[in-house]
């Protein structure tokens, strides 16, 4: 069964570092985009990161040299490595996955794997 699990979510002070991890099963991270969204109460989903085929990365402008995605094609597992957080980074963030697109993207069009999300909660 094709399932991605994330986890790491965790409560952090403002200006503190955690690491979401998200593992595969019957997915290859490699093979095509994989990205990283996040949801906050009361607003719409939004891309974070995310990281193409060949290892091209985007991201948000809101986490643009404060947060880094990574992929270890050997554990087969996607990351994204969170620093300098922010009290509006609070969310439920998802790890993604594509079948066909293998390119980078911010939208959710091209996703069609999603994990269940996990809870960060940063104060301040």
């Known amino acids: 069964q094709v399932q991605l699990v994330e986890s790491g979510g965790d409560s952090v002070q403002a200006g503190g570092s955690l690491r979401l991890s998200c593992v595969a099963s019957?997915?290859?991270?490699?093979?095509?985009?994989i990205a990283w969204f996040r949801q906050a109460p009361g607003k719409e989903r939004e891309g974070v990161a995310s990281i193409a085929r060949e290892g091209r990365t985007t991201y948000a402008d809101s986490v643009e040299g404060r947060f880094t995605i990574s992929r270890d094609s050997a554990q087969n597992n996607l990351y994204l490595q969170m620093s300098d957080v922010k009290p509006e980074d609070t969310a439920t963030y998802y790890c993604?996955?594509?079948?066909?697109?293998?390119?980078?993207?911010?939208?959710?069009?091209?996703?069609?794997?999603w994990g269940q999300g996990t809870q960060v909660t940063v104060s301040s």
């Open positions: 019957e997915y290859d991270v490699s093979r095509y985009s």
């Open positions: 993604a996955g594509a079948r066909v697109f293998s390119g980078t993207s911010l939208t959710d069009l091209p996703y069609t794997i």
